[in-house]
């Protein structure tokens, strides 16, 4: 039929099989080629990765940091910048001469430190090989000890003081930096996931209340996450700074354009574990921007500003201001969006900001398989949630959450595989209360199992995945998924290979693959150049020897994607 075949046209490559061994793969016709990896200086006079050490103290926050993810390309006065998150380290890696990883003092741990947050950089393109431009006005590394101004309806609340800092408003680092997002004016959001790993205690945390139960839904205990940041900085010890793990969390602005100004954590967008940030506009131009929270049984957010955005004008409080929402999907392929208000909660503004799961619970929000990257269809009203996988739906899966019954756009208790939910705001309004869902994907394997374990229709032994995470949809409306998942090859798993990068059609459903990324690694990160001509991707915690070879530690890196013919890609 010619309307399938003007969709298939398309996929302007050829669907390449999975892999399984240590490098990256793309299509006939396409070339990649490394632009920056853990390590590589940002500044003139900082070394290049001495793989013995892992790199001294004193780089750490000049070079590109570990483990690349979210990422967008701004066009600043004719120049490319790359914002990228550095999400979290390696420690083994980073600290290869530390037994184990364990960071021996205080100048371990900084390093850890300044090896994480977020990296702005100029990048150019001669002669279709593209480079980091050091030295570049832009060029700014932001770390764990960054200072950050706190804006919005936590700012100033007592449970946001510190002994540092009793205004409540000045905190150092961003966290965990996982997905990314960008505004219609410019700006950077950056999104902190998994914070409560760098915080322990060394002794009895003083807590109580709202505050306990935080804790405890959050995740933050006494032992930590290996980092041992709290052995040797206090501001990371729960028993002498209870009220520390209430400043990470949160969404935060960055400006790319200004290498000097002080990023903002943006508290009206609620604290979860922030996978990304995915912002449009409502017809009548308020800002609506969707949110994942990406732990078992956790919800899917929405904030909608209460002004409008008007190019050119003033957007220094436009995400200050405005309506928290979490999500209910019902059996009948509609859904709800819940306001997270007083009423409703029980809960002070400053309470639903900062204990944002006990306000989704309160609403009795929907609990998902894992929400990861939200991505918005710039063609047409909808927008899509990668439910990564949820090992414990049937059980009440995060300590203090909610029960996680099987049903709605999560029907599959042990769901080892993940989905993709869509959801179609009423009135073609993304600022709507209310929506249409349906699972654009189910993935599975229908080569082992049978049932719902084979997945949807559109999975086929072509283009077997699972775990989707990364999402985005480019300007010509496909779906561009990146996968985070078992890459073992085998039983379930079987014929799934190496995680890697697939390219959906929104309108025929059907997937092919594109990427594959080399053993151990996670796909994700994805942004294009000003021409689209090269597609910028992240390929995060690859295993040894990807990229340098045998007998030199593994390094995340940004790969640059382009045509052989030099024709837009996507
Ligand atoms: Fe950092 Fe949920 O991925
Ligand atoms: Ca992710
Ligand atoms: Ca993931
Ligand atoms: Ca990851």
Known sequence: VPARAAQDSRFAFKPIPISTDNTVHVPEGYRWQRL???????????????????????????????????????????????????????????????????????????????????????????????????????????????????????????????????????????????????????????????????????????????????????????????????????????????????????????????????????????????????ATLAPDGRVVVYMGDDERGEFIYKFVSRDIYVPGGDTSTLLDEGQLYAARFDDDMTGKWIALTPEATGMSAAEIAIFTRTAGSRVNATTMDRPEWVAVNPLACEAYCALTNNSRRGVRANAGGDWTPVGGPNPREANEYGQIVRWRPANDDHASDTFEWDLYVMAGNPTVQEGPYAGSENVNEGNLFNSPDGMAIDSTGLIWIQTDGDDSNEGDFAGQGNNQMLAGDPVTGRIERFLTGPNGSEVTGLCWSADRRTMFVGIQHPAAPFPDGEGKLPRSSIIAIKREDNAPVG
């Not at 940002?42 to 070079?63: Q, R």
């Not at 003092?105 to 980091?132: C, H, M, P, R, Y």
Request: charged share 25%.
């Open 36 to 278: 920056v990896s853990w390590g590589d200086p940002l500044f003139s006079g900082v070394a290049e990765l001495d793989h013995a050490t892992g790199g001294s103290v004193a780089d750490a926050d000049k070079i590109f940091g570990e483990n690349t993810d979210g990422m967008e390309l701004f066009i600043i006065g004719g120049k490319q910048v790359i914002a990228v998150n550095h999400e979290y380290t390696n420690n083994d890696i980073n600290l290869p001469e530390a037994t184990d990883g364990v960071p021996r003092d205080a100048q371990d741990v900084l390093k850890l430190q300044n090896l994480q947050g977020v990296a702005v950089f100029e990048i150019s393109e001669t002669d279709g090989n593209w480079s980091v431009v050091k030295d570049s006005p832009f060029n700014r590394r932001i770390t764990h000890n960054t200072p950050m101004r706190i804006a919005g309806p936590a700012a100033g609340h007592d449970l946001m003081k510190t002994e540092a800092d009793p205004t409540g408003t000045e905190s150092l680092g961003t966290f965990n930096n996982c997905g990314s997002g960008r505004t219609p004016w410019g700006t950077y959001l950056t999104c902190e996931e998994n914070f409560n790993g760098y915080f322990g205690a060394t002794g009895d945390t003083q807590i109580e209340g709202l505050t306990a139960e935080g804790y405890k839904r959050y995740g933050i205990a006494a032992e930590g996450w290996g980092y041992d940041y709290h052995k040797w900085d206090a501001r990371f010890d729960t028993s002498k700074n209870p009220h520390e793990p209430h400043r990470a969390g949160w969404i935060v602005e960055i400006d790319p354009t200004d290498a000097a100004s002080t990023p903002v954590k943006r508290t009206a967008l609620g604290r979860i574990k922030h996978e990304n940030a995915a």
